[in-house]
């Protein structure tokens, strides 16, 4: 076995496969007429530790949560699809290369698909809404483009349509180019779309292929791989947060905050001895693969995989809570706003309960 072989099954920690559900019991792995996944290209786990090595911006691909109703069935698609093409001024495009541009051609697409009998109202997710993102600076070119490519290799035989999302499409626009993709659940053959965890970060292993094709600087990797040990903020939390609005999670993390503060009791990592062993098999890892590369002369390779070793190593495993615990502590002023927060947050809630 090739030391990038061995690279890459231990970066994936899984043998990659085409996203499908079961079927008749077991896992479904394109098996009769329908086709699996390309392979990745050999070599991705190093690229993707070297750019993580060299801090190169993290791609990122999510399937964002939709909690409304509507959004299930024909109707959750069309009003997806309308605010992808802010109802015709963003163009889009399909699996076939056609331009959708206008509020018309979307409303014929959306017509088309209607017309393989998807239910206008279901109980079950229609379409699978994707988002490939990169940051502020990236052309946005080279994102359309990259998405527009990991679509057509991913998503062999859906059906689907995709628009890009980014500052020149008007001042309320995010400044990070982002690519919403929309793809049908069934395939052309009826099988339906199955992603996991793992199925997302082999997506984002792809994209960020995608991505360095068209000249971008990116990596791909897990906070693992980073030593980092703080998810970042969800994104849906975020924007409650930002129009003022506690969600129920963030409700009960303030009242424990404040009541830590108030005990004086920081909060205990739940898993600092698992976290602790899993960045020592990370770090081995790293020694045996820096190993591996000088021994066979590549000399600059096996630096860069150190360094990323050391840069892990000197992470620390502070969890959110007690990063929160740590920087209120001693901020008096911090505390009273985010006891009148939850205060008027509570006043809000007893006044839209009805008598």
Known sequence: MTVHKK?????LGYKTRSVKAKQDGGLYFGGGRSKPSKPLKAGSGLANLRAA??????????????????????RGIRNHLDYVSRNGEVPLENQSGEKLIGKRAVKGFVND??????????????????????PEGT????????????????????QYAFGLH???HGPDEPKHPHVHLCVLMRDEYGQRLNPRKADLF??????AEKLREEGVLCAATKRIHRGKTQKPENSLLRAMR??????????RQAEELIEAVKNSDRPKHPFLKETMRTRGIVLEQYGQIAKELYKMGHKTEARIISKLAKDVAGQDFTTKAQSQYDNIRDHRPAIEQLQQQLAAEKDKQDKEIPR
């Open 113 to 134: 698909w209607q017309k393989l009998g998807i239910p206008e109202e279901s109980k079950h997710k229609e379409a699978l809404n994707i988002v490939l993102s990169m």
């Open 166 to 168: 980014h500052d020149s």
């Open 53 to 74: 090595a060299l801090k190169h911006p993290e791609v990122m691909v999510k399937i964002p949560k939709r909690l409304s109703s509507n959004s299930k069935g024909m």
């Open 242 to 251: 930002q129009r003022g609005v506690l969600s129920n999670a963030a409700r």
């Open 7 to 11: 690279i890459d099954d231990w970066f």
């Open 202 to 207: 082999e997506w984002r292993v792809r994209f």
């Open 139 to 158: 052309p946005p070119d080279a994102v359309l483009n990259a998405a527009r490519n990991f679509a057509a290799e991913q998503f062999a035989g859906h």
